[in-house]
């Protein structure tokens, strides 16, 4: 038998457009489709709010607080009974009766998640802060189990709690916040407002939000957040944490699709620390750092605004390596330093004691510092001022780029409660309208440094307006400390 072509024979030209007409909607549906599955929109969370449910903990927090006398009106106010009831709650007359003061017990309501089968579980730290009885409820309805504190960061708005149980708990592993991406689908799980398990999806909005803390590194969401979920985990599509939702911003107190969820890149070395240690351990570089500005860059004849500029090197690792005030660090232990924010976070990473290189700009010229680190809450917490010698006498005043600067004596150190022997220039007034307040100079501020050199006197001072002039320059850098604490100004030259 021959075989015949399977075609459609002398086809008219109306059914030849209904057939092209077929093909292409055909192909538009697979193509979408396709394109569909590429970019991973879900059909359902069903599956992955099943799956993770069972490691998502309700949180449940008391403290007993004191409350004021008479716990309230027993009696409408004015009424002829009021005196009466008065006298029988103070029987002595000298407020010690039965109800002259009560304590009540306060509750609080909030979310976190289990991280290991032995019972350990991650909350916000303002979650459980100040309680005195930490319960747990599970999804699954096993009951309540009591927590202990295991240890917090204030820094982070972090918690570690352990519970003890029979048998092994679910637990939910962490995921990698730094390959998420703008766009990419996320499942927030919690206990909104009390009501018990609750989920809600949404995309990562933003990446690498900064709030208020140092260490801040917060994914932005969508996914519904309100009171209730804080400490609970926020999901990748794998059932992966890479946040731990902590904050929204709202004019209302509810949800408007603006949360932040701590990425699990810092939770899960703060973490790892509480669980070691019961605290946590950062590295310490010990200077006082701010970010370049283009004028302050010009000043210092730098080429861009790139590093951290070193304001202050006060006696600890930095000033043992031979770290230097107006030194621009470039790089920490292999990582390029964009900015202060940047450093701070790199070394607060780093591990205590690790001897890490630090290479840093300085009169032009990379030079690279060997540095040993220590251990950041143990220098705040041993933190202290220092003195210096005397001063000479002979005070003098002048205006100077809009400034009416003093020089240094007893007097305005006392007055600006200053050590004895600082040295420097006193703001002592400046207008408002000028280049200066604009920058955020302030009368009281101490300039001890001009053009990258000390000052201590007018002429002095003088001297480096003079010489910055010779050279070219537009602006002068000043190192300008107020309250103890340094940063650097510049200012136009005119």
């Known amino acids: 038998m021959t075989p015949q072509a399977l075609s459609i024979p002398n086809p008219s030209r109306r059914t030849m457009h209904a057939f092209v007409a077929l093909v292409m909607g055909v192909a538009l549906v697979l193509a979408s489709a396709m394109q569909a599955r590429a970019r991973g929109v879900p059909e359902s969370f069903a599956d992955l709010a099943e799956k993770v449910s069972p490691a998502v903990v309700n949180i449940t927090t008391s403290t007993m607080v004191a409350q004021p006398g008479g716990g309230g009106q027993m009696v409408p106010e004015g ?27 306060s509750q609080a309501l909030g979310s976190g998640f289990v991280i290991s089968e032995d019972g350990f579980i991650v909350t916000n730290n303002h979650v459980i802060e100040g309680a005195d009885e930490i319960l747990i409820e599970f999804y699954n309805g096993q009951g309540e189990l009591p927590a202990t504190v295991v240890g917090t960061d204030a820094n982070t708005d972090l918690a570690l709690l352990k519970v003890e149980s029979d048998a092994p ?96 890149a810092v939770v899960e070395r703060v973490i790892g620390q509480l669980k070691d240690f019961g605290e946590t351990r950062r590295g310490w570089l ?80 990379t030079q690279t510092l060997k540095v040993v680190l220590g251990r950041r809450e143990e220098a705040l917490a041993s933190r ?32 600006l409660g200053l050590n004895p022997g600082e040295q420097g220039l006193v703001v002592m007034q400046l207008a408002e309208d000028s280049e200066a307040f604009a920058k955020g100079l302030r009368a009281g501020d101490v300039i001890v440094e001009a053009g990258q050199e000390k000052v201590g006197t007018i002429a002095e001072f003088e001297g480096r307006l003079k010489d910055a002039r010779a050279g070219g320059r537009k602006s002068i850098l000043l190192l300008v400390r107020r309250q103890g604490d340094p940063r650097f100004v510049a200012l136009g030259l005119k």
């Open 79 to 105: 009424s002829p009974f009021e005196d009466f009831f008065r006298d029988f709650l103070d029987r002595d007359g000298q407020g010690n009766g039965p109800d002259r003061e009560r304590r009540r017990r």
């Open 169 to 264: 708990l679910a637990y939910v592993p962490f995921g990698d916040s730094d390959i998420m991406r703008v766009g990419d689908w996320v499942m927030a799980v919690g206990n909104p407002l009390g009501q018990g398990f609750s989920a809600s999806a949404g995309i990562v909005s933003a990446r690498n939000r900064e709030l208020s803390g140092t260490y801040d590194d917060y994914i932005q969401t969508d996914a519904a957040i309100n009171r209730g979920n804080s400490g609970g985990p926020l999901f990748n599509m794998d059932g992966q944490v890479i946040g731990v939702n902590t904050a929204i911003l709202s004019p209302n107190g509810g949800s408007i699709g603006i949360g932040f969820a701590m990425s699990s």
């Open 286 to 365: 010990g200077v006082s750092i701010q970010d370049l500005s283009d004028d302050i860059a010009e000043a210092m004849g730098l080429e861009n605004t790139v590093g951290a500029l070193v304001t202050d090197v006060p006696e600890g690792p930095a000033r043992e390596a031979g770290m230097e005030v107006n030194d621009v660090i470039l790089s920490f232990d292999g990582a390029d330093v964009a900015d202060t924010r940047d450093l701070v976070r790199q070394v607060g990473n780093a591990p205590v004691g690790k001897s890490v290189r630090v290479m840093v700009l300085r009169d032009g010229e």
């Open 384 to 415: 202290s001022n220092e003195g210096s010698q005397v001063e000479p006498e002979g005070p003098m005043r002048k205006s100077l780029l809009g400034l009416d600067l003093a020089e240094m004596n007893d007097d305005l150190r006392a007055e």
